[in-house]
């Protein structure tokens, strides 16, 4: 395997996946495509002019006539929200442009694992599955697997211990519908609730887990970050260059990922995120975490406020 990767879009996002895949040694080859060729150009350029202190990688701005023999192709092409923009508007022009891509790239790069990060990720997931005549299982959405790292991250400051020891997961739309499975989130096996009462051994006391500020925490930081800075881009590069990793790895792994769901939790024809198994062949299976009742509905609910935007777009 090549470990040749084609990255749609040289924003922010693009080209910091681009940068993160080449700096790891994740990718061999890179293509990187644009509408702005001269955007892609430069990217790439300047990319290129640090490899002599990475592992060897091909990178290069190029036409979708380039991604032919990828083996995993990200699209994170289109539109911002605008101030005053409703969220539907900005699904359908984002929709509208990945209408335009999806024929244009299927068609040389047919066999590649798709990996949508574009928003709203769910929405556009569902869209590639849809209309774009790729396997289903060929078609990942980043979905609720940074939303994940950024549970982890605050669980972690509260429990004081590393991200690592933290096993819990955001499921659901990427959005405001959201939510946390609380009664699956472990810390080193100890279920979250009891962690604090068993840890022992230092003076420091913690703070008692409160989810209504965490899952806060979670919807409200990627707002924060773009009123501070303008946008984010580190973050989410990271968790999709981690899915990269996975796939050309072969080793399955559990994550957080948007796909089309035909029945479970008794939910169907639509994307969101439920913990999905991510290896060579792209999602291999789903593990069925046991849900309480309150947390299907949530699911549920997620569920619905998708499929009620979805039936106001013209797929």
Not at 84 to 97: C, E, F, K, P, Y
Not at 231 to 245: D, E, G, N, P
Request: net charge negative; with cysteine; hydrophobic share 40%.
């Amino acid at each position: 395997m090549s470990n040749k990767v084609t990255v749609i879009g040289a924003g922010n996002v693009g080209s910091t996946i681009a940068y993160t895949l080449a700096v790891n040694g994740i990718a061999t080859e890179i293509v990187m495509i644009d509408v702005n060729e001269e955007k892609s150009l430069g990217e790439a350029l300047d990319i290129r002019q640090g490899l002599g202190f990475c592992p060897s990688v091909k990178i290069y701005a190029g036409s979708y006539a380039d991604a032919a023999g990828s083996e995993v192709v990200v699209l994170t092409s289109g539109v911002a929200r605008k101030e005053g923009q409703s969220r539907l508007d900005l699904a359908q022009t984002n929709v509208n442009i990945t209408k335009q891509i999806i024929p244009e790239i299927v068609k040389v790069a047919p066999d590649a694992i798709y990996i949508i990060v574009s928003n709203p990720v769910d929405i556009l997931t569902y869209l590639f599955c849809r209309i774009s005549g790729i396997p289903e299982n060929h078609i990942i959405g980043s979905g609720t697997l940074l939303d994940t790292a950024r549970l982890r991250t605050r669980l972690s400051e509260y429990c004081n211990i590393s991200q690592k020891n933290v096993h819990a997961y955001v499921f659901g739309e990427h959005g405001d519908s959201s939510f946390v499975p609380w009664s699956c989130a472990t810390v080193s096996i100890v279920p979250l609730e009891k962690y604090i009462e068993c840890r022992r051994g230092e003076d420091q006391i913690l703070p008692p887990i409160d989810h209504d500020e965490i899952e806060t925490y979670i919807k409200k930081s990627g707002a924060r970050i773009i009123a501070r800075k303008g946008a984010t881009f580190y973050a989410v590069a990271l968790s999709v260059c981690h899915i990269c990793q996975c796939i050309f790895s072969g080793m399955d792994t559990a994550m957080t990922v948007s796909s089309m769901m035909h029945g479970e939790y008794g939910i169907d024809d639509v994307c969101l995120s439920t913990l999905c198994i991510v290896g060579e062949n792209g999602i291999t299976g789903k593990i069925m975490i046991p849900l309480t009742d309150s947390e299907k509905a949530l699911l549920q609910h997620s569920a619905s406020c998708l499929k009620e935007i979805i039936d106001k777009l013209e797929l």
